[in-house]
């Protein structure tokens, strides 16, 4: 079905700086965004000694601090933040406030004006929390106790940012409040546990009559990674993925009734080897896990989260669709997480991030969730995945040049391909290194030596990267706030085990793109040989001459062709970031069956019906692929039944054509050969007949094989 929406990317103008001025700046890729920011310490002198708190109240905007009890001094040490922006009040009030029964009684108060509150400029050291006298309901200040508060304007990159509870997430639960903040997070440093099974000694078995079977289990880890059982064979090498640990146990069972047997085995950790967390077409990190082998730094990469536009409502507050977002991006072992910003539709965060680059043929990862862990009663509830995981190669960025985005956020659903918002964001690459490093880095191999020199199976890789997904999503789980497990698989896990017809249908399309220049190529050599423009096939056949009789510059005009090819796509190059392409994902031409079994899960949990029409298609599908593949397979036969005398009189007029070919190509001299036959090639359409070449007629009656099939 056609698409309902725009899925292009857009290039957008955001205000930003780009690092031009020469004031110190940390925000050169996203615009500022203003805070007032009120930090309460704590106070002293109360006239009451009951449960104290502190409300802070600007307009429509309220937080409250935590309960205190028995005490005059209480100390709270709490951070609000109040977007400036947003602001309708030319006040905030501040107020004492002690729990009498079921009344809250106002112990004091201050007011302070927006416009006689300081600003926090950038690398000012934080400021300094003063006191304040408390006015009462008559107005008297100093009767009621003494505040002590810090109050300034600063913006996002301000070090109380990540600490303070906005006040546009007045709604989220008091302990829920870490759920809404920005964080950094790491992923811990994975190794490879190798085992090797030399031999055993003095088994004893069951059955003495029956010849064993014998087996190793080996079980690493907490009851988590039990399962995680390898069946090997004598001499052979066990691998599993662990965190390096302090203390570990490492348990050795098999078909032993007696404690005389004996087990030699080798074990050691393997730090040579690139641990893969992802895909390797996706992968972020290519480096070796010893940190001994880390390759140096390249380059710096910035990312600048701007905001989000038209997301689709993902739940229902209250009777109100909205969307609590929040974006997750990933390079190498750090991971960003900007603030949630609740009940928005178009939310704003503004935060920027940098890493370091290793290598610049690595992808940085980007995604926006919604938050679903907000209130008390959430529980450990999913955060769902908003549109497609954004993925950016940086080898295909220009180096120092800002890319200023609108990225469509894309899902599939089963009614077909929805657009669920559009990512703002700035990207920069800047390369640290000399133009000889550029191509010094180009030659090297991506992944670390014993990568090529002992590779492991492609099964292997992919038992072993499951492994390490695990390890990092139960490693982020344990944060403050946490990186759930969802929003980390989702990071990091490629396509399940699933059929598509559709993106079958991509890859045909791709393969077919990538030889588009061989079907232009024989259609223009088809065009010459059937003389359409005769002054084109006569230049091209004096130029062939000519190489003909100087063959010696055949090879040098060859690279100088692909040279100015080259030079002339460079002037055309692309100058967007990839992007995801609607009509190479062939969704236009999917129906909704085609959608529903794309998105089933795997086991299927489809209907019978539904089950049977989609085998009876994929019967359909295998008939021409094993069409394809017997047609194919009665040529190749065909091509060996010339030298194996099954057909005596066709291997008979090969053979005499080898001897007349071996004579003539040794007496003859091959400029003249290849003349001749360019010329046979390239004649007169008057001088041809339509029917099959010799040589096509002799191929076409060997034998096959086919024959013996049942």
Not at 56 to 68: C, E, L, M, Q, W
Not at 382 to 395: N, P, Q
Not at 525 to 532: A, G, I, V
Not at 587 to 610: G, K
Request: glycine share 6%; aromatic share 12%.
């Amino acid at each position: 079905m056609p698409p309902k929406h725009d899925f292009s990317l857009r290039e957008i103008k955001p205000n930003i700086d780009g690092g031009k001025t020469l004031t110190p700046n940390m925000l050169t890729l996203v615009e500022p965004l203003y805070f007032v920011y009120v930090k309460v310490v704590r106070a002293s002198h109360l006239p009451l000694n009951q449960a104290t708190y502190v409300e802070v109240k600007s307009g429509n905007y309220k937080a409250t601090t935590k309960y205190i009890q028995g005490t005059l001094a209480p100390i709270w040490n709490q951070v609000f933040a109040f977007n400036k922006d947003r602001l309708q009040a030319k006040t905030i009030e501040i107020s004492v406030r002690g729990k009498v029964s079921v009344t809250n009684e106002i112990i004091g108060s201050i007011e302070v004006g927006i416009g006689d509150i300081p600003t926090r400029l950038q690398g000012d050291s934080s400021l300094a929390p003063q006191w304040y006298g408390l006015e009462d309901k008559n107005g008297v200040s100093g009767r009621s106790g003494n505040l002590m508060l810090a109050i300034w304007v600063g913006n996002q990159v301000d070090d109380a940012f990540s600490l303070a509870w906005h006040l546009d997430a007045a709604s989220v639960s008091v302990d829920k409040v870490s759920n809404a903040r920005p964080q950094v997070y790491y992923s811990p440093r994975l190794w490879y546990l190798k085992i090797k099974v030399n031999g055993a000694q003095d088994l004893v078995v069951s059955d003495p009559n029956r010849k064993p079977e014998v087996y190793v289990k080996a079980t690493l880890g907490n009851k988590m990674i039990k399962e995680i059982i390898w069946w090997i064979i004598w001499g052979s090498v066990l691998s599993l993925c662990i965190k390096l640990l302090r203390d570990c146990c490492l348990l050795f069972q098999g078909p032993m009734e007696k404690f005389s047997s004996k087990l030699r085995v080798t074990i050691y950790l393997d730090g040579v080897y690139h641990v893969f967390d992802e895909p390797a077409l996706f992968s972020t990190d290519l480096k070796a896990s010893s940190p001994k082998l880390t390759p140096g730094k390249v380059g710096d990469l910035e990312l600048g989260i701007l905001k989000a536009e038209g997301l689709v409502p993902m739940k229902s507050k209250n009777g109100l669709k909205t969307t609590d977002a929040y974006c997750v991006a990933k390079y190498g072992p750090k991971w960003t997480r900007t603030s949630t910003v609740v009940s928005s539709l178009e939310p704003k965060w503004m935060k920027q991030y940098q890493w370091d680059v290793l290598d610049p043929c690595t992808v940085i990862a980007i995604g926006v969730f919604d938050n679903n862990n907000l209130q008390a009663g959430d529980g450990w509830a999913t955060d769902r995945l908003i549109g497609k995981v954004i993925r950016i190669r940086l080898s295909t960025l220009e180096f120092g040049r800002i890319y200023k985005y609108a990225y469509p956020l894309v899902a599939l659903m089963p009614d077909g391909v929805k657009k669920m918002g559009e990512l703002h964001f700035t990207l920069r690459f800047i390369y640290t290194k000399g133009s000889g490093d550029k191509i010094y880095q180009y030659t090297q191999p991506m992944l670390p030596k014993p990568a090529y020199t002992d590779p492991m199976s492609v099964y292997q890789i992919d038992s072993l990267r499951n492994q390490a997904v695990r390890h990092i999503a139960m490693r982020l789980a344990r944060a403050e706030p946490p990186l759930r497990r969802e929003v980390v698989e989702s990071m990091l896990s490629g396509r399940g085990p699933v059929w598509s017809i559709r993106r079958g249908k991509a890859n045909f399309q791709r393969v077919m793109e990538c030889l588009k220049f061989l079907k232009t190529a024989l259609i223009w050599l088809d065009d010459l040989r059937q003389w359409k423009n005769s002054r084109t096939t006569i230049v091209m056949f004096a130029a062939f001459s000519v190489f003909v009789y100087y063959s010696e510059i055949i090879i040098p005009s060859f690279f100088a062709f692909l040279f100015l090819k080259a030079l002339h796509n460079y002037f055309k190059r692309p100058r967007d970031i990839l992007c995801l392409d609607t009509n190479l994902s062939q969704v236009e031409s999917v129906n909704t069956l085609d959608w529903q079994e794309e998105l089933d899960t795997f086991p299927s949990s489809a209907p019978f019906e539904d089950l049977r029409l989609r085998y009876d298609r994929l019967r359909a599908i295998g008939y021409r692929i094993e069409e394809t593949v017997g047609d194919l397979a009665t040529q190749l036969e065909r091509f060996h039944a010339i030298f194996s005398w099954r057909d005596r009189r066709a291997t008979l007029i090969f053979t005499l054509f080898c001897l007349v070919a071996w004579i003539m190509f040794y007496l003859v001299p091959f400029r003249l050969l290849f003349f001749l036959f360019g010329t046979y090639l390239m004649r007169s359409p008057r001088f041809r007949v339509t029917l099959p070449p010799i040589p096509q007629n002799v191929f076409r009656r060997l034998p096959s094989r086919d024959d013996c099939l049942l």
